[in-house]
């Protein structure tokens, strides 16, 4: 017979539920965020993911990849960045196919304001996550 997996106790399902639950409360609370400074979550994520790059560029099929998107969309998505100043493109020295994604200053402001909101919930919050994580590791 195949493997089972061990049993979960009502404990480890009661940690479960309460870390999802924790992790909602940040998604939502960065969601209202994003859309309290003027962006959609994506967009939001799409401008992090840009600067988290390593050279704080990106290719639109790399952003893709970063947000689970297929290429159109991800078109649609800097499309819109772009025509409110939040991305620039700019086409790649070393190969002129390539056309990278940066952040513009009014790009960089925005996402620095909501880094900032986000790191200080992620302090608040991040407490109570590694309790429940260390449920898990408790057993």
Do not use: C, W
């Not at 639950?21 to 309290?36: I, M, P, T």
């Not at 560029?57 to 078109?75: D, F, K, M, N, P």
């Amino acid at each position: 017979m195949a493997n089972t997996p061990p049993g979960i106790s009502k404990d480890e399902y009661q940690a479960l539920a309460s870390f999802r639950h924790a992790l909602r409360k940040f998604l939502h609370f960065s969601q209202e965020a994003a859309v309290a400074a003027g962006l959609t979550p994506q967009q939001h994520q799409a401008l992090l993911a840009v600067k988290a790059s390593a050279d704080e560029s990106l290719t639109i099929g790399e952003l893709a990849e970063r947000l689970q998107l297929r290429h159109h969309s991800a078109v649609g998505l800097v499309n819109r960045l772009v025509s409110q100043r939040l991305l620039k493109r700019h086409r790649s020295t070393t190969d002129r196919r390539q056309v990278q994604l940066m952040l513009t200053s009014t790009g960089e402001r925005l996402l620095r304001e909501l880094s900032a909101a986000h790191r200080e919930e992620l302090r608040r919050i991040g407490p109570q996550l590694k309790v429940l994580l260390e449920r898990f590791n408790d057993r």
